[in-house]
Each structure stands twice: as structure tokens, then as C-alpha cells.
């Protein structure tokens, strides 16, 4: 079985603390992950195991195969703030 990430470009969200009306970022979500001999097979799986996906409003779903078989435990945090602040302080030399 192969291991697959199924994710939207529809939809929008706000930063955190955001006081706009207006959505400020232009995102992706995740509607879920699921396991299937193919993206097909993977897809009914997702529909199967979260049935209040046909009650949204969600019509384009996107699916791409997880090629690392342990996916859940290789990730790797980034902090934009970090980021932020290494910059500051390059400019502030």
C-alpha cells in the first residue's frame, strides 16, 4: 500500500491574530491522509473513512503520494521568526 496526502486549494485562512475581514493567505489544506494501491483506490479510501467530506463544499481535491514509507516521524519544523530575527540582525551589523 502506498501512503498519500490528499489536500485543497480551495478555501482561505487568516494569519494568527489576524483582525482583517479579508482572508490574508492563500493556502493549501489537508483534507486527509490514506493508504491505497493508487491514487483512485486511496481516493474512495478517504471518501470511505470521512463520508462528511461529500457534506462540504470542497469540490477539487488534490492527491500526491507520500514516497517516505514514515512519513509521520520525518518532519522538520521551520520558524519564520527565526528567520525574522537572523535577518535583523544581519542588517543591524
Known amino acids: 500500500m502506498k501512503n498519500y496526502i490528499f489536500i485543497t486549494d480551495e478555501g482561505v485562512t487568516y494569519q494568527p ?3 482583517s475581514p479579508e482572508p490574508d493567505i492563500e493556502n493549501c489544506q489537508v483534507i486527509g491522509f ?19 467530506l461529500l457534506n462540504t463544499n470542497f469540490n477539487k481535491i488534490i492527491s500526491i503520494e507520500l514516497k517516505n514509507v514514515n512519513y509521520q516521524n520525518k518532519y522538520k519544523y521551520f520558524y519564520l521568526n527565526d528567520h ?10
Request: proline fraction near 0%.
Open 34 to 52: 490514506v493508504k491505497g494501491k493508487n491514487e483512485n483506490e486511496a481516493f474512495e479510501n478517504l471518501i470511505q473513512e470521512n463520508e462528511y
Open 17 to 19: 491574530d489576524s483582525n
Open 84 to 93: 525574522k530575527n537572523k535577518k535583523c540582525s544581519l542588517l543591524n551589523l
